[in-house]
């Protein structure tokens, strides 16, 4: 397994504004994803988080609203952009650690919750 | 049409019951399939992955049909602890996970 911390694990926001939330893991891993669970809903996949190239957007989510980036193989940030209410939700990070890669088997960041008023 | 569809329950249990989970994920290229556990306001970790030929883990059964696309779990002899949300999951072709909307799970006393 990997153990995943994320700054901030929570906040509370103007709208307008943006936040950079951060994800970190004790280990080199080869993918970092970074999910949505908006209240009362389940997981969805926001953008796969390449080191050293782009991120890869999933349908709805664009780069202009959620930049991400990925520096090296145990660090990566998500930025919610110009924020309105509907943004509110839990942000997590997860991770594929190298020796899990063959189970297939993520593990996830203890989430970020943020509220914008 | 949702890549997972899973019944989001309730299921209300009493402890010692037997339960059961199913859910259908519609892509039918999908590998690798999971059941993972959400505690309120927590993460969600890994419960276990489904194989082909069904697999077991303690009180925990997953079994999968791809002729169906169809994936299930049963809880044996349920205790309190396993109330949760269980999340049915299945992989996409880049790692990336697809979640189903949960089932919600409370085990009474």
């Known amino acids: 397994s990997a153990v995943i911390s994320q700054k901030p694990s929570r906040d509370i926001c103007q709208r307008g504004t943006s936040l950079t939330i951060q994800c970190q893991v004790d280990?080199?891993?080869?993918?970092m994803f970074w999910y949505r669970q908006q209240p009362g809903q389940s997981l969805t996949l926001i953008a796969t988080?390449?080191?050293?190239?782009?991120?890869?957007?999933e349908s709805g989510f664009v780069i202009d609203k959620f930049p991400i980036s990925r520096p090296n193989l145990t660090f990566s940030t998500l930025t919610v952009s110009n924020m309105s209410p509907e943004d509110s939700s839990i942000y997590l990070c997860?991770?594929?650690?190298?020796?899990?890669?063959?189970?297939?088997?993520?593990?996830f960041g203890p989430g970020t919750r943020l509220t914008v008023l | 049409r949702k890549e997972v569809e899973q019944d989001p329950g309730p299921f209300n249990v009493p402890e010692g019951a037997t339960v059961a989970f199913n859910c259908t994920y519609s892509?039918?290229?999908?590998?690798?399939f999971f059941w993972y556990r959400q505690d309120c306001r927590k993460e969600p970790k890994l419960l276990m992955s489904?194989?082909?030929s069904g697999n077991e883990d303690g009180r925990f059964t997953a079994q999968l049909n791809r002729a169906s696309q169809y994936i299930s779990l049963l809880i044996r002899d349920s205790k309190l602890s396993d109330s949760a949300t269980y999340l049915c999951?299945?992989?996409?072709?880049?790692?990336?996970?697809?979640f189903g909307t949960g089932t919600r799970l409370t085990v009474i006393p």
């Open positions: 997860s991770v594929l650690p190298r020796l899990a890669e063959i189970y297939n088997e993520q593990f």
């Open positions: 280990s080199q891993v080869t993918m």
């Open positions: 988080a390449n080191q050293g190239s782009e991120a890869t957007y």
């Open positions: 892509n039918s290229a999908s590998q690798s």
């Open positions: 489904v194989y082909s």
């Open positions: 999951v299945v992989k996409g072709t880049a790692n990336n996970l697809f």
